[in-house]
């Protein structure tokens, strides 16, 4: 029975751990059903300089789009000031968005980033996916979420 126990409570601190964002849309023009980022245990998400985060967002686009780029940023909290970060690549058909983008066909986009700050702190991040490289562009989706930066 001890061991059993053991067993169990070593594979439930081995899960990762997911958590369903809580987003506010900065304009998506696809339906976004959910965003899930791993691992992030908690709202706002607690971050670590230079960890590797998977995020899941399952959409439905509303209009067709050949191809699909990626473009990521932090507001941090107070300031006012946006930080841009790199993505690479920035394509997002080559990191899991099945292009071209077919409107009312629902599909799970899956990439994962290593957090690109090096240094502590609370920010709005903002993650968007364009149909151009063109960071002027209108996006197909654009959420953003609250996180904490940590060492």
């Known amino acids: 029975m001890i061991k059993i126990i053991a067993l169990l409570v070593l594979s439930l601190v081995s899960c990762t751990v997911a958590v369903q964002l809580k987003y506010v849309s900065c304009g998506s023009t696809a339906v976004v059903h959910s965003i899930v980022l791993e691992p992030c245990a908690a709202e706002p998400c607690v971050i670590h300089i230079g960890q590797n985060y998977t995020g899941s967002i399952n959409f439905t686009p509303k209009v067709n789009h050949d ?85």
């Open 67 to 151: 191809h699909a780029y990626n473009f990521a940023s932090g507001d941090v909290t107070g300031a006012g000031t946006e930080e841009i970060w790199n993505i690479n690549p920035n394509d997002a058909c080559t990191k899991g968005v099945k292009c071209p983008i077919q409107a009312g066909l629902q599909q799970t986009y899956t990439a994962t980033v290593t957090v690109p700050i090096t240094n502590p702190k609370r920010m709005a991040a903002k993650w968007q996916v364009k149909d151009s490289n063109d960071p002027a562009a209108h996006p197909i989706i654009c959420f953003v979420f609250p996180v904490t930066i940590v060492a």
